[in-house]
C-alpha cells in the first residue's frame, strides 16, 4: 500500500496495529506509531486506544501509559487497555493506581484485574476482588469465574476451589463450557476424580478440554488404563490429548509406553510440540533409554525446537540420566539462553557421575554469570559432595546457602549432610544436626534413614536402634528401617533380634520391594526382577554368568575341546 503511494486512514492504522499486537512485534508497532504521528492520525480515538493495546500486548507498559496521557479523549476501551498493559507486565501495583481512579469500573476491568492476579496465582487477592466486583452490582461473567477457579488450580486451594465452585452454581454460570472446564480441570489438579468424573458426567457439552481434563485427572492418580480409556473414547485427540497421555505414562514410571506414544503420535501425521517433546525426554531420562533419547534428539533438531531453554534442560538431564556425560555438556554448551535449571540440572549431572570438583566449578561459573543459586541448586552440591566425600566442602557450602544466599535449609539439605557425616563416620555430629533440625521439620525421616544406613555401615549398634525404633514409630510402614536395622543385627551377630525385626515387619504387613534393574538391547527394553525369572533368557544369561564366574576363577584354563 505505501510503495503504492496510496495513503492509509484510521482504519488501516487500527488493523495494522492489532495485527503487530497479535505478533507481538514492537518494532513494527512503534514504526507504525511513527506514520501515525506524521500523518497526522494521533488524535483519533480508536488509533489511539489501538497503539495502547499494541504496547500493553508487546509488555512496553510504559509506551501505553505514554500515548494514555497524550490522549485528550478517552472511552472505557482506553482505561482497560492501559489496565492490562500493566496486568500483563506484572505491574500489580500501577494497576491497581488505574483502576482505582477509573471514571467507571466495567466488567472488562474487573476481568482484566481478577485475571491479572490469577495468572500471578493471588488467589485470596482474586478472590477479594470477586466479593468487591459483585458488592458494587458488577455482575461476574464466565472468564472472572473461569480466571478465579484456574488461580485455585495452579495453587491447589481445595476448599477455596470448592466454595467458589458454589458460588458458581448458585450464580447460574455452571452450565457454561468454559466454567464448567475449569471446575473440571480443578477437580483434575487436585486429583479429585470422584468429583471430576460427576462434573464430566453433568456437561451437556464436552469439549477437547473436558476430554483432556479428564485424561490428566486420571493419570495424576496414577491409573493409566483409565486415561488410556478415556484418550481412546474422546471423539478427536489433539496435541494436548497426546501430551497428557505421554507425561502421565513418563510421571507413572511408564517411560516404555511415554516413548511407544510419542511415535505412535507422530505416525498419525500430528506434529509435537515443545510440551511433548519435555514429556518424552522425560521417559527416557527415568528409563535411560540412551538410543530413544538420540533418536528424540534428532527429531526436536529437525522440527527446530533445540533453541528453546527448558528443551535444552531436558537434553541436558536426560544424557545425563543415561550415563552420556559428553552428551549432557555438550547439549548445556548448546543453550543460548541459559536460565537457573540449565545450571542446575548440569550441577545435577556431574553430581550422579561422581563429579564434584566438576560440579562445584559449575556453581561458580553460575555465580559469576551473575545468576543466584536456589535450594535446588545446594542439592545438587550436597549430593555431589556427598557421593564424593567431600566433607569440608558440604560443611562450607551448608553454611553459605544460610550466611551468604539468604536460604534456609530444607528436609532434603539436611538429609544430604547427615548421610555425608554419617557414611564418613562423623555419626556425632550428623545426629546433633538431625536434632537441631527436627523441630523445625515434623517428620525427620529422610534424616533418621540416612542416620540407620550409617550405622550400619559402621556397626553402631546403639545409635541404630535408636534410630531404628524412632523410624518404626513414625513410619510404621516404611520397609526402610526394617530392612537397615535386621541387617545392622545381622552384622552385630544378633540373629534372634534380627529375626523379631523381620517376623515384626510381616506382622505389620510390610513387604520390601525387590531390586529392578533393565537394559536396552536391540531398541527393545529387558526387566530384571530380584527373586523373578520370568525373563525368556534366562537360561542363557545364568549359563552365560556361570562360564564368566569360571574365567574369573580359572584364568590360565585352556579348553581343549573348544
Aim: glycine share 8%; charged share 20%.
Amino acid at each position: 500500500m505505501r510503495i503504492s503511494n496510496a495513503i492509509p486512514d484510521h482504519f488501516t492504522f487500527t488493523a495494522t496495529l492489532s495485527a503487530c499486537a497479535a505478533a507481538s512485534s514492537l518494532q513494527c508497532g512503534a514504526t507504525v506509531h511513527g506514520l501515525v504521528t506524521v500523518l497526522g492520525y494521533q488524535s483519533y480515538l480508536p488509533v489511539n486506544n489501538a497503539l495502547v493495546d499494541m504496547y500493553g500486548k508487546c509488555l512496553d507498559p510504559c509506551s501505553a501509559n505514554g500515548v494514555f496521557e497524550e490522549m485528550r479523549l478517552r472511552n472505557e476501551v482506553t482505561w482497560c487497555s492501559l489496565l492490562f498493559a500493566y496486568t500483563k507486565s506484572g505491574l500489580f501495583d500501577a494497576a491497581r493506581e488505574v483502576f482505582c481512579v477509573m471514571p467507571r469500573r466495567v466488567e472488562i476491568a474487573w476481568n482484566v484485574m481478577i485475571v491479572g492476579y490469577a495468572r500471578n496465582g493471588e488467589v485470596q487477592l482474586c478472590l477479594g476482588l470477586l466479593r468487591e466486583m459483585k458488592e458494587s452490582l458488577c455482575r461476574p461473567d464466565q472468564w472472572t469465574f473461569s480466571a478465579v477457579m484456574s488461580a485455585c488450580a495452579e495453587t491447589l486451594e481445595f476448599w477455596c476451589g470448592c466454595m467458589l465452585h458454589a458460588v458458581i452454581i448458585k450464580s447460574g454460570w455452571s452450565s457454561s463450557v468454559e466454567v464448567k472446564n475449569s471446575v473440571l480441570s480443578f477437580y483434575a489438579e487436585l486429583g479429585c476424580l470422584v468429583d471430576a468424573v460427576k462434573v464430566f458426567e453433568s456437561s451437556n457439552m464436552l469439549t477437547q478440554v473436558s476430554w483432556n481434563a479428564m485424561i490428566d485427572a486420571y493419570m495424576k492418580l496414577g491409573n493409566s488404563h483409565g486415561a488410556l480409556r478415556v484418550f481412546q473414547l474422546s471423539p478427536e485427540q489433539n496435541i494436548v490429548s497426546w501430551t497428557s497421555m505421554i507425561s502421565g505414562y513418563a510421571r507413572n514410571g511408564h517411560g516404555e509406553e511415554a516413548a511407544v506414544f510419542f511415535v505412535e503420535m507422530m505416525r498419525t501425521g500430528l506434529e509435537p510440540d515443545d510440551f511433548s517433546f519435555a514429556a518424552v525426554l522425560h521417559a527416557c531420562s527415568n528409563l535411560a533409554l540412551l538410543g530413544c533419547g538420540e533418536m528424540f534428539h534428532a527429531c526436536i533438531i529437525h522440527y527446530g525446537f533445540h533453541a528453546h531453554v527448558f528443551i535444552g534442560n531436558g537434553l541436558v538431564n536426560m544424557y545425563a540420566k543415561c550415563g552420556d556425560l559428553k552428551g549432557s555438556i555438550r547439549a548445556f554448551h548448546e543453550i543460548l539462553h541459559k536460565d537457573l535449571v540449565s545450571w542446575n540440572a548440569m550441577l545435577f549431572a556431574f553430581g550422579l557421575h561422581g563429579k564434584a570438583i566438576e560440579s562445584l566449578q559449575v556453581f561458580e561459573q553460575m555465580v559469576v554469570t551473575g545468576f543466584k543459586p536456589d535450594n535446588v541448586t545446594f542439592i545438587g552440591l550436597l549430593m555431589a559432595c556427598s557421593h564424593s566425600g567431600l566433607i569440608g566442602e558440604s560443611r562450607a557450602l551448608f553454611e553459605s546457602m544460610q550466611t551468604i544466599y539468604g536460604l534456609s535449609p530444607e528436609k532434603d539439605h539436611v538429609a544430604c549432610m547427615v548421610d555425608m557425616l554419617g557414611r564418613g563416620g562423623y555419626l556425632a555430629e550428623a545426629k546433633k544436626l538431625a536434632d537441631k533440625y527436627c523441630s523445625v521439620y515434623s517428620a525427620n525421616t529422610s534424616s533418621c534413614e540416612a542416620l540407620l544406613g550409617a550405622c550400619s555401615v559402621h556397626g553402631d549398634l546403639e545409635f541404630g536402634k535408636h534410630f531404628g525404633e524412632s523410624l518404626k514409630i513414625t513410619e510404621p510402614h516404611n520397609e526402610t528401617s526394617y530392612v537397615l536395622l535386621s541387617n545392622l543385627y545381622c552384622a552385630s551377630g544378633q540373629w534372634k533380634e534380627a529375626e523379631m525385626v523381620r517376623k515384626r515387619m510381616a506382622d505389620q504387613r510390610v513387604k520390601k520391594m525387590p531390586g529392578c534393574s533393565w537394559i536396552e538391547v536391540r531398541n527393545e527394553v529387558l526387566c530384571f526382577v530380584a527373586g523373578k525369572n520370568s525373563n525368556p533368557f534366562m537360561d542363557k544369561v545364568y549359563n552365560t554368568l556361570q562360564y564368566i564366574n569360571f574365567e574369573i576363577r580359572n584364568p590360565y584354563f585352556v579348553d581343549v575341546n573348544g
